[in-house]
C-alpha cells in the first residue's frame, strides 16, 4: 500500500532542534563530533572483538552484536539531523520518516531484548559457573542473539504495517528532531486509538518485558555476590557486570521516561530522546572498554600486532 494515493501531506517539518543560525551551528559541530566519536568507538570495539580469539566467548560475542546495534541506532537519526542543521527548511519526508521509525524500532527493540540476554549470560557466570560451558554454548548463544534480532524486527513491523495506513492531512511540524511513533499520532488524521494500543502493548510486553527479566537476572546476581564472604571477591565478582548494568539503566532509564511521558512537546522529550539515541551509543564502547580489563588487554594486544606490521624506522 502506498500513502500517497490517499495522504496529502508528503512531507513533514522537523523542528525539534530550531534556532538562531550560530545555535544551529554550534549544534551541527557537537553532534557531528559525537557522532564520529559514536562511529569510531564502536568500530573499534567490533574490530577488537573480531581480531582477538580471547574475546571470542558469549559475552563478548553479545557486545559485537550490541557495538553494530549502537552503529544502527545513533545513524538511523543523527546523519538526518546533520543534515537539517545546515538546512534552513528542516523537511523529511513521509517515507523516509515512517523509514526511520521503523529502523528506530527494530534496534532498539532488539537493543532491549539484546542487554536482557547479556544479563541472563552474567548471571550465568556468576550463580552457575560449572555449568557456564553447557548453559552457554556456541549454539545457545547464537540462537539469544539472532532471536533477539528477530523479536526487535517483529515489534518494529508490526507498528509501522498499522502506521503505513494512517493518513497526514493536518499539521505538518513535528516538534522533535527525528520521527518517533508518538509524534506522528497528533499529525495524523486518522483513527490512531488501534496504533496507539499496539504500540502500547508492544512497548510493555517488550520493554517491561525485558526489563523484568534484567532486574530478575540481577536479583540472583546480588544476592550471590552478597553471599561471598571475601570483600575482595565480591568487588571482583560484582566488577565483571558493572559496565553492563551501566549500559543497561543508561538504555532504560531515558528510554521509559521519553515513553512514560504525555506528548506534551516538553523539552525533557528532546532531552530524554537524545540520551538514548545519541549519547548512549556514544558511551557504550566507552564503558566497556574503560572498565573492562580483558578489552583493554586486547586493545593491547591488537594495537602490538598492528604495529608490528610496520617496519621500524
Known amino acids: 500500500m502506498t500513502w500517497g494515493n490517499?495522504?496529502?501531506?508528503t512531507e513533514f517539518i522537523l523542528i525539534g532542534l530550531s534556532g538562531g543560525p550560530k545555535i544551529?551551528?554550534?549544534?551541527?559541530?557537537?553532534?557531528l563530533g559525537i557522532y564520529l566519536q559514536t562511529l569510531m568507538g564502536n568500530l573499534l570495539m567490533l574490530l577488537i572483538i573480531w581480531v582477538d580469539v580471547h574475546l571470542h566467548t558469549p559475552m563478548y560475542i553479545f557486545l559485537s552484536h550490541l557495538s553494530f546495534l549502537d552503529l544502527c541506532f545513533s545513524s538511523t537519526t543523527v546523519p538526518k539531523l546533520l543534515e537539517n542543521l545546515l538546512s534552513q527548511r528542516k523537511t523529511i519526508s513521509v517515507g523516509?520518516?515512517?523509514?526511520?521509525?521503523?529502523?528506530?524500532?527494530?534496534?532498539?527493540?532488539?537493543e532491549a531484548c539484546l542487554l536482557a540476554v547479556m544479563a541472563y549470560d552474567r548471571y550465568v557466570a556468576i550463580c552457575h559457573p560449572l555449568l557456564y560451558g553447557q548453559m552457554m554454548n556456541n549454539h545457545i548463544c547464537k540462537w539469544m542473539a539472532w532471536g533477539s534480532w528477530s523479536l526487535g524486527f517483529l515489534d518494529a513491523?508490526?507498528?509501522?504495517?498499522?502506521?503505513?495506513?494512517?493518513?497526514?492531512?493536518?499539521?505538518?511540524?513535528?516538534?522533535h528532531y527525528s520521527c518517533e511513533l508518538p509524534s506522528l499520532f497528533p499529525l495524523s488524521c486518522s483513527d490512531v486509538s488501534t496504533n496507539f494500543t499496539v504500540m502500547l502493548c508492544s512497548t510493555?510486553?517488550?520493554?517491561?518485558?525485558?526489563?523484568?527479566?534484567?532486574?530478575?537476572?540481577?536479583?540472583?546476581?546480588?544476592?550471590?555476590?552478597?553471599?561471598?564472604?571475601?570483600?575482595?571477591?565480591?568487588?571482583?565478582?560484582?566488577?565483571?557486570?558493572?559496565?553492563?548494568?551501566?549500559?543497561v539503566l543508561l538504555f532504560y532509564g531515558s528510554a521509559f521516561l521519553r515513553y512514560a511521558m504525555p506528548n506534551s512537546d516538553s523539552p525533557l522529550e528532546l532531552i530524554f530522546s537524545v540520551q538514548y539515541s545519541v549519547i548512549t551509543p556514544l558511551v557504550n564502547p566507552l564503558?566497556?572498554?574503560?572498565?573492562?580489563?580483558?578489552?583493554?588487554?586486547?586493545?593491547?594486544?591488537?594495537?602490538k600486532k598492528i604495529s608490528s606490521t610496520f617496519p621500524s624506522s
Open 96 to 110: 523516509g520518516c515512517l523509514a526511520q521509525v521503523f529502523f528506530l524500532y527494530d534496534t532498539g527493540g532488539t
Open 24 to 31: 544551529q551551528a554550534l549544534l551541527f559541530v557537537l553532534f
Open 204 to 247: 510493555l510486553l517488550h520493554g517491561l518485558g525485558t526489563c523484568v527479566l534484567i532486574i530478575f537476572s540481577y536479583s540472583l546476581i546480588v544476592s550471590t555476590i552478597l553471599g561471598i564472604s571475601s570483600s575482595t571477591g565480591r568487588s571482583k565478582t560484582f566488577s565483571t557486570c558493572s559496565s553492563h548494568l551501566i549500559a
Open 6 to 9: 490517499h495522504s496529502t501531506t
Open 287 to 303: 564503558i566497556y572498554s574503560l572498565k573492562n580489563n580483558e578489552v583493554k588487554a586486547a586493545l593491547r594486544r591488537t594495537l
Open 157 to 175: 513491523f508490526i507498528n509501522i504495517l498499522l502506521a503505513l495506513n494512517l493518513d497526514f492531512c493536518g499539521d505538518k511540524f513535528i516538534p
